[in-house]
């Protein structure tokens, strides 16, 4: 983990607050002192009232939880997102390719996301022939929503390079030709191409505005998913150490590589994140022991053979090394469960804690294996939020049954499974307060998790599966001070209306980031409001 502490040596006493500590020997507190960066002291107003503070802050009552964790963020991704063409509200192909025509002006390669083919008119992609209606010679880059397939216009796969014969390069049967779409291999491939061709300058921007629009969410850490084994030349590790006393949350890297060496290297201890051993439901290639509903004949497909997995964990298990990989499908879950198996009955299970990332749809059999074997669930609640609706996107793709078993929290923690929240930012947006308000009113009751559990989510369990829970997750004494206040209690409030808090207040490290409450008559309803 990568922190930044305050050493100023300057303390700030919060006070008059709804504590939430989520520290079993003390649940509730009114009062906290900081000091260099962590908690000093927890209790009550009364015994706090004497504490010698350089500053004081009067939390009027606000309820004030630890931090939150997203445990699952591709941070360049989403800081980039925040300034390509958002695909959002398209209601049909025109209004994509008129969305790409406005903000194509300035010149250069034009990137689009957010796209979601089934909510245009037209139900469908458009074609790379209609991306090249609106710019010919200029590049045309446009990703689905869960970025697991884009589009392309003839400059973009010119540009590329891209070979007809990769993988994944949808071709039209009556012609032969490249229909502009990508899945699978070539569609990673372009993405991390993509990425290589982006300059530092605007790298380090987007790093930035990921983490502050991460920060305005209450977020205080971020795992980070920085790479891939698709473009190994690139730079982003090195970019983001340059730049992480400019950045308002704390980092934990999960560099996304097969190669054991190189993270040896990089001084890392964990490995992966989303090393893809399936694709994923939206576009069809999350790996299923059953067909897709829409798509008869379709399980999807695993992008890894047994031996190649097995030969990765076998590697970083040898040299202690926290693994972490994307499974949605059971199938794909099922080759990932059989790998493990095979390489930890070897060399023992230990507390690695090594991560299965998004794990939307696992057998009940599954679960118990996965508890079995002490590895931990990166999932994440908003999925349910944006495709978990009657008749929504896991409904069609899957059906009624199978729809309402995916993304099973409650039955992950009856087994024993620990879970960590996150959003999978860019796919859904950094934000910790609809991740719970998700998690809480599940379609399917007996996936529901409790408003505590699904805090915990967001706090405890992000700092568990990182090995962290003895530094952040809990407001304790000792603990980094993370801090985040909100306003409205998550606890005394309506169920289906948790997603309506708004936060009010970020702390990290002793910094004050975000103050949205009146402080001595001034309100400092901005970010970066400085140290204690």
Aim: some cysteine; glycine content about 10%.
């Amino acid at each position: 983990m990568v922190e930044k502490t305050d050493s100023t040596g300057k303390s700030l006493l919060l006070w008059n607050g709804q504590i939430h500590t989520l520290d079993e020997a003390k649940p509730l507190a009114e009062a906290v002192l900081i000091e260099s960066g962590r908690f000093r002291r927890v209790g009550s107003n009364d015994e706090l009232s004497s504490a010698d503070a350089s500053r004081k802050l009067d939390l009027q009552g606000v309820a004030v939880f630890p931090g939150f964790i997203d445990s699952h963020v591709h941070l360049l991704s989403y800081g980039l997102s925040l300034r390509e063409v958002d695909l959002t509200s398209a209601s049909s192909i025109n209004d994509v390719l008129d969305m790409i025509r406005n903000a194509g002006e300035k010149g250069g390669v034009v990137r689009a996301s957010l796209l979601d083919p089934e909510s245009l008119r037209e139900g469908r992609y458009p074609t790379g022939a209609e991306l090249d209606s609106v710019f010919k010679e200029r590049a045309v880059f446009v990703k689905r929503r869960d970025e697991h397939s884009s589009v392309l216009n003839s400059a973009a796969f010119k540009l590329l390079g891209l070979s007809g014969e990769m993988t994944g390069i949808e071709v039209d049967p009556s012609t032969g030709e490249p229909t502009g779409v990508l899945r699978q291999r070539a569609n990673q491939v372009a993405l991390e191409r993509f990425h290589g061709m982006i300059d530092e300058g605007e790298m380090k921007d987007a790093y930035i505005e990921g983490c502050w629009n991460a920060a305005e969410k209450g977020v205080t850490t971020v795992h980070c998913l920085i790479g891939a084994d698709e473009s190994p030349e690139r730079k982003d590790w090195e970019i983001l150490k340059g730049i992480l006393d400019e950045l308002p949350v704390r980092i934990v890297p999960y560099f996304q590589t097969r190669d054991v060496d190189k993270i040896l290297g990089m001084g890392l201890d964990r490995i992966g994140g989303c090393i893809l051993v399936d694709g994923s439901i939206g576009s069809r290639t999350a790996a299923f022991s059953e067909d897709y509903c829409d798509d008869p004949g379709n399980k999807g497909c695993l992008y890894l053979g047994d031996e190649e997995l097995t030969s990765f964990f076998e590697l970083s298990e040898k040299v202690n090394l926290q693994i972490a990989v994307h499974a949605i499908g059971d199938r794909a879950v099922e080759q990932v469960i059989n790998c493990y198996e095979k390489v930890l009955a070897k060399s023992g299970v230990k507390d690695q804690r090594h991560r299965i990332e998004h794990a939307e749809y696992v057998r009940e059999e599954q679960f118990e294996r996965i508890a079995r074997l002490n590895i931990c669930l990166g999932m994440q609640p908003a999925f349910e939020g944006f495709w978990g609706q009657t008749e929504g996107m896991y409904e069609r793709r899957l059906g009624k049954d199978r729809a309402r078993r995916l993304n099973s929290f409650n039955t992950a923690l009856k087994h024993g499974v620990r879970i960590a929240g996150g959003s999978d930012a860019p796919i859904t947006p950094v934000d910790p307060i609809y991740g719970i308000h998700c998690a809480v009113n599940h379609p399917s009751e007996e996936s529901r998790l409790s408003v505590e559990r699904a805090i915990k989510m967001f706090t405890e369990g992000g700092a568990y599966i990182a090995h962290k829970e003895s530094e952040i997750g809990v407001i304790k004494q000792g603990y980094l001070s993370d801090v985040v206040g909100l306003s409205a209690d998550p606890f005394s409030f309506k169920p289906d209306k948790i997603e309506d808090i708004q936060v009010v207040l970020v702390i990290q490290n002793g910094k004050v980031l975000i103050n949205k409450l009146p402080v001595s008559g001034q309100a400092e309803a901005r970010r970066g409001a400085g140290y204690a």
